[in-house]
């Protein structure tokens, strides 16, 4: 079953740094990461500095394996230097898609 992680981050003052962050993430673990099918990053439009990261992955089990890698550790520690505060973390199994 699908999977999904929601990361939200606070503080961001630097949306092109988190953009890029994103991208080298995409960029060099497509394809390596355990289950990773890509992401999105959203901003709240309503709380500036405030974007939420959505990773999707095949599967929750795969989704672990990936957090257990090193290279994610280190993406971790840079999004974390990005924002302010800890970023907070969500878990989501999906239900059903509208998605073609």
Known sequence: MAFT???EV???SDEQAL???????DSAQSGV????LGCRVLADQDTPGRYLVEV??????EAKRNN???ETEAWADNLRKLAQGTPTYRNLGQVCSTYG
């Open 33 to 36: 990461a355990p289950g990773y």
């Open 68 to 70: 257990d890698r090193p």
């Open 10 to 12: 606070d503080g961001v």
């Open 19 to 25: 953009h890029q962050l994103m991208v080298d993430w």
């Open 5 to 7: 992680q929601i990361v």
């Open 56 to 61: 999707d992955f095949s599967s929750e089990e």
